[in-house]
């Protein structure tokens, strides 16, 4: 078979590139490991900037969003004893969307399918060849037979654990990374949201995380230690952990109820660089990882791709490769600020093992400065609704 960019990875970045490719008409096939379901079970992001909304509409998949989303123009955040509310609206202009990762990728699939576009499912020990040549290629194993796709350029759209960094010569890839000693735990429960707006809380029993998926669907997160089993944590303990951790006047009004979903996520920051080598382009968690506390990676995923696409588009329209010779370090450099401001926010609103008195004053110092500073808040706002492409 042969196409002209070879996608490895059908989650959120692979279909997103997938789908703006054809609808320019560039031809792409898309590599998955894992079924469709297995997919489309994860649950994971919930929280877009204002340019992943406009890069969904653009890609034709934004009608449910726009009808179905929870528009957001501000967020909480929580303090020991109280909470404060960031404008984001009034201090950017702009708004996020409440949308599920989960949505938004039923929907790639969707329109993926109605335009006729290939998403090949368990694709086994998928193979990038020829990185540094002029015909790079891809191989496969499917139903006992091994297969190969030759194509002009292949997106490494494959996640953290994917192959394509792993191609890169050990020589050349530069990675950073930071480990944190705790992770979070999420939960999914048919509970009404017990706020509107997303709340960031930190408490000396550890951080927790308010959000929703619509108006009888909750999602909540609380800090745990690294390497907790899932199983330590009933729902009566889940609840009782988090209702202790926000702010009185709304644990007053949590509803509680079984949940449906329960996870545990380890937090890092991670960055490898460079983002291109040769024809193999890194996209999204492939290339790098941010805590979710700010909520960018999904986000950051979806700039990536913007880049990408327009490099890609620029190549096959109009002969033009500037687009393609400046993405890795254009995508770097979208990506080390939103890197620095989820670092920051976590160091801020998690308790750390180790930490010091002095530490928890400087987090509590930064809590307050947020709380009374506008110029504090405008920044913040400026981050957290992330920079225009
Ligand atoms: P993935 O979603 O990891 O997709 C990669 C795909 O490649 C997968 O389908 C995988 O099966 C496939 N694959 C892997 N290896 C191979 C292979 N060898 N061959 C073929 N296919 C392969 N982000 C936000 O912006 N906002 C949030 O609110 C937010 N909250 C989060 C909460 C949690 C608990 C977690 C865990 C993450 C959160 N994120 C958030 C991050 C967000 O979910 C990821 O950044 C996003 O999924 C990245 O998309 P991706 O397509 O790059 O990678
Ligand atoms: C959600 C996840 C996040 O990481 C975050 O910062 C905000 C919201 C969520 O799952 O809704």
Redesign the pocket.
């Known amino acids: 078979m042969r196409t002209q960019v070879c996608i490895?990875?059908?989650?959120?970045?692979?279909?997103l590139l997938s789908q703006l490719l054809h609808l320019a008409g560039i031809d792409s096939v898309v590599?998955?490991?894992?079924t469709r379901d297995?997919?489309l079970g994860?649950?994971?992001?919930?929280?877009?900037?204002s340019g992943?909304v406009d890069l969904l509409r653009k890609a034709k998949v934004g009608d449910r969003m726009d009808r179905q989303g929870i528009v957001d123009d501000g967020i909480v955040v929580g303090g020991e004893t109280h909470g404060f509310r960031i404008d984001i609206k009034a201090l950017t202009g702009k708004s996020m969307m409440v949308w599920g990762?989960t949505e938004i990728t039923q929907d790639l699939y969707d329109a993926r399918d109605a335009m006729g576009g290939t998403v090949i499912h368990e694709?086994e020990a998928?193979k990038p060849h020829g990185l540094d040549s002029d015909a790079p290629y891809v191989t496969?194993h499917k139903d006992g037979t091994e297969h190969r796709i030759d194509c002009d350029w292949i997106a490494g759209?494959?996640?953290?654990?994917?192959?394509?960094r792993q191609s890169i010569p050990r020589t050349v890839l530069k990675e950073y990374e930071r480990i944190y000693p705790f992770g979070?735990l999420?939960v999914l429960s048919e509970t009404p949201p017990v706020t509107h707006e997303i709340l960031y809380a930190s408490h000396s029993r550890g951080f927790a995380l308010a959000?929703l998926r619509n108006e009888n669907l909750s999602r909540y997160?609380v800090q745990v230690p690294q390497g907790e089993p899932v199983e330590n944590w009933s729902d009566d303990r889940f609840w009782d952990e988090f209702k202790a951790r926000i702010p009185g006047d709304l644990a007053d009004k949590l509803v509680t109820g079984p949940t449906i979903e329960k996870?545990i996520?380890p937090l890092r920051s991670y960055a490898a660089e460079p983002m291109r080598w040769g024809r193999l382009f890194l996209?999204?968690?492939?290339a790098h990882?941010?805590p979710?506390t700010g909520?960018?990676?999904?986000?950051?995923?979806?700039s990536?791709v913007h880049y990408l696409f327009e490099a890609l588009k620029a190549h096959y329209l109009d002969h033009d490769d500037a687009g393609i010779e400046g993405y890795a370090q254009k995508a770097a450099a979208r990506v080390w600020q939103a890197m620095r401001f989820s670092w920051w926010f976590t160091t801020v609103m998690h308790r750390f093992p180790d930490q010091s008195g002095f530490d928890r004053r400087m987090q509590e110092s930064e809590i307050r400065l947020l709380e009374t500073s506008k110029t504090a808040q405008a920044a913040m706002a400026e981050l957290y609704v992330g920079a225009p492409y």
């Open positions: 490895i990875g059908g989650g959120p970045s692979g279909l590599l998955e490991r894992r297995y997919v994860r649950i994971r992001a919930g929280v877009l900037e992943t990762q694709a998928v496969y759209c494959d996640g953290f654990h994917g192959v394509s979070w999420g959000s997160y996870s996520a996209v999204g968690d492939a990882i941010v979710p909520a960018k990676g999904l986000n950051l995923a979806a990536d």
